[in-house]
């Protein structure tokens, strides 16, 4: 039971219910398009937890952007998504879903590469119903607080759970590409 509660808190508290909404701003902006596979795969390929060996679990790290070293589930898909090229202002967990690059969509809506909101936590979507998040884990035999879990493992987190896609990846202009030889 201790290990629940503090599984629970471990990552800012509650989140507000998210209202589902899809981001209009990147619809209407030629500068925008929602992600590809590509995107996907570059997102999973950084997320993968055996890039993440020895790995601490630690609230608000000293050093956010050294996630191999300590983090916690929201500076760890942050700094994933700026590593795969898709920039957004940090945000702790309880107010992810009023990030503006995000639609905020059913957890039925889920695909790899998206992110996953539980009440107090946040991972990265893969394939198999799986979610690979930081997580508090205080088992000896895990060498990494980053893991790939079912996201059955996460029935205990109580409410709904969201899925936040990312839709606003920047384009490169083609004016800017003619410039550089």
């Known amino acids: 039971m201790t290990f629940l509660l503090s599984f629970l808190a471990s990552c800012a508290g509650q989140s507000r219910r998210p209202i589902y909404r899809e ?23 950084h997320a993968n937890p055996k890039n993440f060996v020895g790995a601490r679990y630690k609230l608000g790290p000293r050093n956010p952007a050294n996630v191999e070293k300590a983090t916690d589930c929201s500076h760890f898909v942050h700094q994933i998504y700026q590593r795969a090229g898709l920039p957004f ?15 905020v969509l059913p957890e039925e809506d889920a695909r790899p590469g998206d992110l996953m909101l539980f009440r107090g936590h946040v991972g990265i979507v893969d394939r198999g119903g799986k979610i690979i998040s930081a997580t508090k884990i205080r088992s000896r035999r895990q060498k ?4 790939k879990m079912d996201r059955e493992n996460f029935k205990d987190f109580r409410g709904e759970r969201f899925v936040l896609r990312y839709r606003c990846k920047p384009v490169s202009s083609p004016s800017k590409m003619a410039k550089n030889p």
């Open 23 to 45: 981001n209009t701003r990147a619809k209407e902006s030629a500068s925008c398009r929602p992600l590809s596979i590509k995107d996907r795969l570059k997102i999973l390929a």
């Open 89 to 103: 202002g940090y945000r702790p967990t309880r107010s992810m879903a009023d990030i503006p690059e995000f639609d």
């Open 144 to 147: 990494s607080t980053i893991t």
